[in-house]
Nanobody
């Protein structure tokens, strides 16, 4: 298993910026595809962004052009840069190793977008 710890959430104004970070365990972190997801109360967890071991990225339509996913293999971290967030981006954000359903979810980090 790869264990993760998310951080960086908080209150941000619409149009501002926020950077989320995910620290992952494991000596071979660099080979894994990592992803960010988010969840709001009463709704299913949804995909936000993904990055492969080679750095290829994909985004949900709702965040494309505003959010950027990146990774630092030397530090075993994955980041999500949130630019121009909207109130509808308010959620608990989670990172996880993609394609490994047996991995445990982290505690997530709460992002609230409000003026």
């Amino acid at each position: 298993q790869v264990q993760v710890v998310e951080s960086g959430g908080g209150l941000v104004q619409p149009g501002g910026s926020l950077r989320l970070s995910c620290a992952a365990s494991g000596s071979i972190f660099s080979i894994y595809t990592m992803a960010w997801y988010r969840q709001t109360p009463g709704k299913e967890r949804e995909f936000v962004a993904i990055i492969t071991s080679g750095g290829t990225t994909k985004y949900a339509d709702s965040v494309r052009g505003r959010f950027t996913i990146s990774r630092d293999n030397a530090k075993n971290t994955v980041a999500l840069q949130m630019n121009s967030p909207k109130p509808e981006d308010t959620a608990v954000y989670y990172c996880k190793r993609a394609n490994y359903p047996g991995d445990t979810w982290g505690q997530g980090t709460q992002v609230t977008v409000s003026s």
